[in-house]
């Protein structure tokens, strides 16, 4: 079976619109609620783990037990840490960070070996194949925003770190699938339209994920 991590609530909303489920479809569980189903003769199992890496690692966790998942695809949005990247650019990392703990008063750079590699994927639609970095806080503070750009760290997301984690400690393949819905604004002033910029590209941005790139990777 396949899994498929959907940490947000609104991304988790945007998934059951756009196949037409209703949550009274779906089972209940100890982080949320999933969705099986039969995907182009495979079994899949969507899931919601909510957000943090907490939450994202511990239902990974779950569902790898309950279901014998032989990979698992992480979905849903990110914010933009690079100034070339635009609102709906999909990035399929190539290397994957927690910069939660990384000491920035003492370290000058990001060690090598910090770095998490998922599986890498072969498809036809564009996509960045950058670095994204995760952390239990949102990526709003300027401050912030300079250290990843200045660590060529191109996005940051809440959750991909922990599932990747937990999926090499099972021997789970797993694919990351991201898309860019906002970046940080430079003054706190600014946080109220990055989260509008955030709310208004996230439908657009998981319908592109699943019609585009989620079916090239089942």
Not at 143 to 154: K, M, P, Q, R, V
Not at 173 to 182: A, L, P, Q, R, S
Request: proline share 3%; charged share 30%.
């Amino acid at each position: 079976m396949i899994g498929i991590s959907i940490a947000a609530k609104k991304e988790w909303e945007a998934t059951l619109n756009y196949f037409g489920l209703i949550h009274e479809e779906c089972e209940k569980y100890p982080f949320g609620e999933y969705y099986r189903t039969e995907f182009r003769g495979k079994d899949i199992v969507f899931f919601r783990s909510g957000i943090r890496k907490i939450n994202a690692s511990a239902a990974a966790q779950y569902m790898i037990d309950k279901f014998n998942l032989e990979k698992l695809i992480v979905i849903g949005t990110c914010t933009s840490s690079n100034e070339g990247l635009n609102y709906g650019d999909i990035i399929i990392p190539s290397k994957v960070i927690d910069y939660d703990y990384i000491i920035r008063e003492l370290e000058e750079e990001i060690d090598e070996e910090l770095y998490l590699v998922p599986d890498q994927v072969s498809m036809p639609n564009e996509y960045y194949d950058g670095v994204l970095g995760t952390s239990d806080k949102a990526l709003v503070l300027w401050s912030d925003y300079t250290f990843l750009a200045s660590n060529s760290i191109d996005a940051s997301d809440l959750e991909s770190y922990a599932v990747l984690k937990i999926c090499k400690t099972n021997n789970v393949k797993c694919i990351i699938i991201k898309g860019v819905t906002d970046k940080p604004m430079r003054s706190m002033d600014g946080y109220n339209e990055q989260l509008d910029v955030y709310e208004e590209n996230l439908p657009i941005v998981m319908k592109k994920i699943i019609e585009e790139y989620f079916i090239e990777v089942i």
